[in-house]
């Protein structure tokens, strides 16, 4: 089964952004950063180049790497910055190379140890994170990943508090996080809108009714919600 953000229902629902929170959310992350005209970012997990698009304005130099081809060719119709194809556990860039790291919605799906110490080491002295992506509202640390019937954010995803852990542990710190519930809920709403019901929005997506009922009881049990994490690497 492809993963959730490549179904027909979210492709058609959520256009050029691959996931919650869409344009909004990027430019919140903006606001919060005030990243300065010629600044060096790049977007890993790129995807079709949504959020790319919003980085690469006022004079931002902004590189998108994703693993995902045909997201990649997507994305360079955007036009908006050089894309390169690459696993985020092996970011194919120098120590301390870029000013910050975006990373809406792709880290849940990766190695994320591995992919923390590859953005710490990229992040230049004194550069930042930007994190967002699912989390759980349910207490318990890491969660049954397998209570999804597909795979996605939601599926690797845990609580705040262990994401938040995991940042400081890699060396990151001023560690900021705002809970974006409101925005989750607002892209829940709208595949209520085009399916009726968030049942027959699963339904359409994993194409089963059991597998369906089975991403409802998931999203009840472990009340996903959204986050955003800004952090900076000390200046050393
Ligand atoms: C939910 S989509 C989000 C895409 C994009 N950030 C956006 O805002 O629309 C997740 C993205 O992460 C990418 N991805 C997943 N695992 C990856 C990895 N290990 N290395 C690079 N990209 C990865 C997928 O190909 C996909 O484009």
Redesign the pocket.
């Known amino acids: 089964m492809k993963p959730l953000?490549l179904t027909t229902p979210v492709r058609q629902g959520l256009g050029?952004?691959?996931?919650p929170g869409g344009e909004a959310l990027t430019r919140r992350a903006i606001e919060l950063l005030q990243p300065k005209a010629g600044s060096i970012l790049v977007?890993?997990?790129?995807?079709?180049g949504?959020?790319m698009r919003i980085l690469a304005t006022e004079g931002r130099k902004v590189f998108g790497?994703?693993?995902?081809f045909g997201?990649l060719s997507e994305s360079q119709k955007e036009n908006t910055g050089p894309l390169v194809q690459?696993?985020?556990?092996r970011l194919p860039l120098a120590d301390g190379s870029v000013d910050a790291i975006f990373c809406?919605?792709?880290w849940n799906?990766?190695k994320k140890n591995e992919?923390l110490s590859e953005f710490y080491r990229v992040v230049r002295p004194g550069g930042a994170l930007v994190l967002s992506d699912i989390y759980l509202r349910c207490s318990g640390g890491t969660l049954v990943a397998n209570g999804w019937p597909i795979r996605s954010?939601f599926s690797y995803a845990t609580d705040l508090a262990t994401v938040e852990n995991m940042v400081r542990a890699i060396g990151f710190e001023q560690v900021v996080v705002e809970d974006h519930i409101h925005l989750f809920k607002q892209t829940a709403a709208e595949f209520v809108f085009a399916h009726g019901s968030l049942h027959e929005f699963w339904k359409a997506v994993v194409g089963d009714e059991q597998l369906a009922k089975r991403a409802c009881a998931a999203a009840t049990l472990t009340r996903p919600s959204l986050f955003l994490l800004i952090a900076k690497r000390s200046n050393e």
């Open positions: 953000y050029a952004c691959l996931r977007d890993a997990g790129c995807g079709a949504g959020g790497l994703d693993l995902d997201l690459a696993d985020l556990a809406e919605c792709a799906l990766t992919v954010c």
